[in-house]
């Protein structure tokens, strides 16, 4: 919790080493045509064993019942209040591709979509369009003008992109053009306070702007829909606030967004899991903390593909014995939210977590949600999460006489 009042009393610095891999989407629930989550029905012999080692819980992102974004789920891993340091995803995914965001700009997440002859959503991810039809895209995009601002787009990774709006009198505090729904129009923007109301006319015009452009082209969308409005926040340190020298693993830019938003440094250009596990490799000694992020549970949760996520699951635990050589003084599994592929989205079920170090206090013999609800730390907040870790690294001395 690193608005701790007495943080900096009880940080202390030490030679141990933390690996955090976060598992995106790492949770589930039972899929009733199989009776298991997908981690049950996973064969993960190598987390399997570390939990036998290892002081295992779940964690609740935000609040019991409220589904988290990836944004909210990360920063409670790292310790930060989600609700007090709630991050807009344009933001995140804007400095995740080095976006040069201003201090009185507006950034937004965008996706390319599917519309049909109605004008109701198909496909929210234009069919998961691949980066070459969406810089073509992004081209098309970055030639729409309109008045009393400047506006730049910039390619993401297959159907996403930024939007950065520069201009006088702009604010974050409007709504999402994008309802996460199918078969429902694209909704306007609206101002969610009276100096908002320009910012969302830029909005709507731009939307109607290149949904009329798309729809003469045939690269595979012929609209847009876009999140996450935001600027530039204000952030408590992480490596000044716990004494670490941390860095972040990444290949999606959202995450990277976030690391260097709270000062980790990113590490590589890694495009793939594999390619994180050589980044850290090569780095190990010049950090004591690193955060890895890995993502295919997640897409296949989101794309409602039990199989796939079992499989992406399996995939990691087969992955994991290359970061277990390296023997981190504390090595943390854990997951920023559940995506159960029964509802093919994220949601606000726990999520299981484990903690390996020589303190570890096992109690349990498998890494599935039940499993570690029955572990030693039981059910936590997840940005309680941070302190534990540091405990384990003895990296955290008493508190008080």
């Avoid at 019942?65 to 344009?90: C, E, N, Q, W």
């Avoid at 499993?371 to 030693?376: D, Y």
């Amino acid at each position: 919790m690193i608005d701790f009042e007495y943080l900096p009393e009880v940080v202390q610095s030490s030679s141990t080493k933390i690996v955090m891999v976060v598992v995106d989407g790492l949770g589930g629930m039972k899929d009733p045509s199989v009776g298991k989550t997908e981690l049950q029905m996973a064969n993960l012999p190598n987390l399997d064993l570390l939990t036998t080692q290892s002081s295992c819980g779940v964690s609740v992102p935000v609040l019991p019942g409220i589904t988290p974004g990836s944004g909210p789920g990360h920063m409670a891993l790292f310790g930060y209040d989600p609700v007090k340091y709630l991050l807009g995803r344009g933001v995140l995914e804007g400095f995740g591709i080095g976006a040069e965001i201003g201090t009185n700009d507006v950034a937004a997440r965008g996706n390319f979509c599917t519309l049909k002859d109605d004008g109701n959503i198909l496909d929210r991810r234009a069919n998961r369009i691949v980066s070459n039809q969406s810089v073509e895209l992004v081209d098309l995009l970055n030639d729409i003008q309109v008045d009393g601002v400047n506006i730049n787009v910039l390619p993401v990774i297959d159907y996403r992109f930024v939007l950065v709006i520069n201009g006088p009198g702009l604010s974050p505090k409007i709504s999402e053009t994008d309802p996460q729904l199918i078969g429902v129009p694209i909704p306007k923007c609206f101002a969610k306070d009276e100096g908002a109301s320009f910012t969302a006319s830029v909005v709507n015009e731009f939307t109607d702007k290149a949904k009329k452009l798309l729809q003469k082209t045939n690269l595979g969308a012929n609209g847009i829909l876009l999140r996450g409005f935001s600027g530039v926040p204000n952030l408590p340190n992480f490596c000044d606030s716990y004494r670490l020298n941390a860095a972040a693993i990444a290949s999606y830019p959202m995450y990277k967004g976030i690391a260097e938003l709270i000062g980790m440094k990113n590490l590589g250009t890694p495009s793939n899991f594999k390619e994180e596990i050589a980044v850290l490799k090569a780095n190990y000694d010049s950090h004591d903390f690193f955060f890895v992020h890995y993502k295919p549970a997640d897409s296949a949760g989101e794309d409602g593909n039990f199989l796939q996520k079992v499989a992406s699951l399996e995939e990691f635990d087969e992955s994991l014995k290359e970061i277990i050589k390296m023997s981190p003084d504390v090595l943390v599994v854990c997951g920023d939210h559940s995506t159960p592929s029964y509802i093919n989205s994220h949601s606000w079920h726990a999520v299981p977590f484990l903690i390996n170090s020589k303190y570890g206090d096992a109690y349990i013999d498998a890494f599935d949600e039940l499993s570690c609800l029955k572990g030693s730390l039981g059910r936590i907040k997840g940005e309680e999460l941070m302190l534990l870790v540091m405990a384990h690294a003895d990296k955290l001395t008493k508190f008080g006489p």
